[in-house]
C-alpha cells in the first residue's frame, strides 16, 4: 500500500509516516523542505504538485500541508487561504487529472465550530461558524472538496482535529509553549513562564492517537463522511498547566503575555467522536500525562542540544 503525505516534515506528518511504516506501507513525502523520502514540492506550485501525483500515483494521499498557527492567520489571513485553500484545490486538480482512484484524507479543524457555547461534547452535524481565518479557510477547503466529491465522484474522507499535541511540536500552540517556558525556567533562562487565556476548555489528544485514527480513516472510514478527531474529554489551559508544573524541577511562577491573547478565542471546544469510533473501532490510547511528560523531555533535551 502506497501513501503520499503533503507537509510530511512536519510535526503531525512525521508521526503519521512512522504510524504508516509501522504498519507496512510504503510512504512517499511530500514537503518544501528535502528529506529523505521527501519530494520538494510547494504545494502551491499547481504544476509540480501534478507532476508528483503522476509519478507515484498513491493508494492514499493525506493532505496536511497547511498554515495552521491561528494567531499567524490573523497577521498573515492572504498566506493562510493560499495555502489552506489554493494548495487543497491544486492537489484536488491533480488527483481528478492522474490518480483520479486514490482515496485523500483532507485534514480540516476543530476551529471550524467556532464558539459552541455548549459543555457537551459535539459531534459532526453541529453548525459550523468559524472566528478565525484559519478556521474559516479549513470551512472553505472542506466545502470544495465536497464539490469535487460530487462533482467528479472522488473518494475523500475529512477530519475535524482536535486539539493535538506531543514530542516534536513547534512553538504557537499552548503545550509546547508552556513546556518550553517551563524548561526556560528550569534552566534559568527565565524567571516565569508567559501563558495567555487559560480558562478555554479544549480537547487534548496525543499526536501518536492522532495519526492512528488518520490511518484507520483511509482503512475504514465512508467516502465522503466528515469525521470529527479527539479524545472526548475537555480541559482548560489551567489544568494542563498545573499538569506540567506538577512534573517540573523547580516552582514554576507564571506571567501573562498579551500577545498570547486571540483576538477571538472559543470559550468551550470538546469532541464527541462516536461517527469515528463506530466506522473505524479508533479510540484514544495515550494519557494526557505521558502527552505532557514526552513533550516536557522533548523540549529539555532541544534546550540541551542548544548549548
Known amino acids: 500500500m502506497k501513501a503520499l503525505i503533503t507537509g510530511s516534515r512536519g510535526f503531525v506528518g512525521q508521526h503519521l ?3 504508516l511504516e509501522t504498519h507496512g506501507y510504503t510512504v512517499c513525502g511530500v514537503d518544501l523542505n528535502k528529506g529523505e523520502n521527501t519530494k520538494p514540492v510547494d504545494i502551491l506550485d499547481k504544476q509540480a504538485v501534478s507532476e508528483c501525483i503522476n509519478d507515484e500515483k498513491p493508494d492514499v494521499i493525506f493532505h496536511l500541508a497547511a498554515q495552521s498557527n491561528v494567531p499567524l492567520s490573523w497577521k498573515n489571513p492572504q498566506h493562510t ?83 493535538h499535541s506531543g514530542p516534536g511540536q513547534g512553538l504557537g500552540f499552548i503545550i509546547p509553549d508552556l513546556c518550553s517556558g517551563i524548561v526556560a525556567v528550569e534552566s534559568g533562562k527565565a524567571d516565569s513562564v508567559k501563558v495567555g487565556n487559560l480558562d478555554t476548555v479544549r480537547d487534548y489528544t496525543d499526536v501518536r492517537d492522532i495519526v492512528k485514527a ?37 516552582e514554576i511562577r507564571t506571567s501573562e503575555d498579551e500577545e498570547k491573547m486571540r483576538a477571538s478565542d472559543t470559550p468551550i471546544l470538546v469532541c464527541n467522536n462516536n461517527k469515528l ?31
Open 17 to 19: 509516516k512512522t504510524q
Open 81 to 163: 487561504f493560499e495555502v489552506n485553500v489554493i494548495g487543497s484545490i491544486n492537489l484536488l486538480e491533480a488527483v481528478c487529472e492522474k490518480n483520479p482512484q486514490c482515496r485523500v484524507i483532507l485534514i480540516g479543524s476543530s476551529d471550524e465550530y467556532g464558539a459552541t457555547g455548549i459543555l457537551a461534547p459535539i459531534s459532526e452535524d453541529y453548525a459550523l461558524n468559524p472566528k478565525n481565518p484559519y478556521a474559516e479557510s479549513k470551512r472553505t477547503q472542506e466545502k470544495i472538496a465536497a464539490l469535487y466529491a460530487s462533482a467528479y465522484s472522488l473518494d475523500i474522507c475529512m477530519t475535524r482535529s482536535f486539539n
Open 214 to 250: 488518520y490511518r484507520l480513516i483511509y482503512e475504514k472510514g465512508k467516502p465522503g463522511e466528515v469525521y470529527n478527531v479527539g479524545s472526548g474529554t475537555g480541559r482548560k489551559g489551567k489544568e494542563i498547566l498545573d499538569l506540567l508544573k506538577n512534573m517540573a524541577k523547580c
Open 277 to 307: 469510533q463506530s466506522h473505524t473501532g479508533w479510540s484514544p490510547e495515550i494519557p494526557i500525562e505521558k502527552t505532557l511528560k514526552d513533550t516536557l523531555d522533548y523540549w529539555r533535551k532541544e534546550k540541551t542540544n542548544d548549548k
